[in-house]
């Protein structure tokens, strides 16, 4: 097993949208899969309406978002950040949402050539018309490589 450097980390995080996210709720660890974009200001955009993953991340703002690669058991590429939680709201929320669906659209342009046009094809739907636009501010990115 080797270390992968920044720069390799952040390409596998750039060219990905669906990673690991985890969070602690009541002194519990949960990880719940999440599509998210890893943007040029090395911040993880992402959205979610409202429910038990949101409550607890405002409770605990603490995270850790995995992100892997795999193409065989013997070898795979993991990235893991470590950052903190931040809600975003007005303007600056309906900015990095509309910057999360351009982005995540062109990683599945460009890695599965499929050209999607609204943002309900490649994540989760939000029950109400309200979606919690959220950050993930990075304090850390570490990675892991077998080949």
Known sequence: MET???QKCEYILHNNYIGHLAYIYNKRPFVVPITYLYNKDQ?????????HKINALRLNPNVALEVSEIDAIDKWKSVVVHGTYQELTGSGAKAMLH???LGVK???LNNEGRDLDY???????????SPVIYAIKVDEITGK???
């Open 99 to 101: 910057e999360f669906s």
């Open 43 to 51: 911040i993880i955009i992402g959205y979610s309406g409202e429910g």
């Open 145 to 147: 490589l077998r080949i």
């Open 119 to 129: 943002i309900h094809e490649f994540s989760a739907k939000v029950e109400n018309d």
């Open 4 to 6: 992968l450097d920044l």
């Open 106 to 108: 062109e990683v599945i």
